[in-house]
């Protein structure tokens, strides 16, 4: 059994950037880790991945070029950076773990956070 636990989350203005954090109570390095997001009123919905070993990555193509994903898997945590922000995210965002499914799908995740609150505002 694995805990996660998000942080970072906050209020920021459009165009800026912040840095969420996700951290395992457990080791992780072998674990595919996903993150992702919900928006009021919508589906969860996929936002980034990265590989066991770190060396994949992908993401939606509403954050492509703007959201990276990466591991320190010696402190148990990933990150997910986000640059040039805009209303559109949003959203509560989720970190999850091992999936045994299609990493974009949310039914496919092992282990979730409870999620950190995003909110960009002008």
């Known amino acids: 059994q694995v805990q996660l636990v998000e942080s970072g989350g906050g209020m920021v203005q459009v165009g800026g950037s912040t840095r969420l954090s996700c951290l395992a109570s457990?080791?992780?390095?072998?674990?595919?880790m996903g993150w992702f997001r919900q928006a009021p009123g919508k589906e969860r919905e996929f936002v980034a991945v990265?590989?066991?070993?770190?060396?994949?990555?992908d993401f939606a193509d509403s954050v492509k070029g703007r959201f990276t994903i990466y591991r320190d898997d010696a402190k148990r945590t990933v990150y997910l950076g986000m640059n040039s922000l805009g209303s559109e995210d949003t959203a509560v965002y989720f970190c999850?773990?091992?999936?045994?499914?299609?990493?974009?799908?949310?039914?496919?995740?092992?282990?979730w956070g409870q999620g950190t609150q995003v909110t960009v505002s002008s």
């Open positions: 999850a773990a091992h999936p045994l499914g299609p990493y974009a799908s949310v039914d496919a995740y092992t282990y």
């Open positions: 990265i590989s066991g070993t770190g060396g994949a990555t």
């Open positions: 457990g080791r992780i390095e072998t674990f595919v």
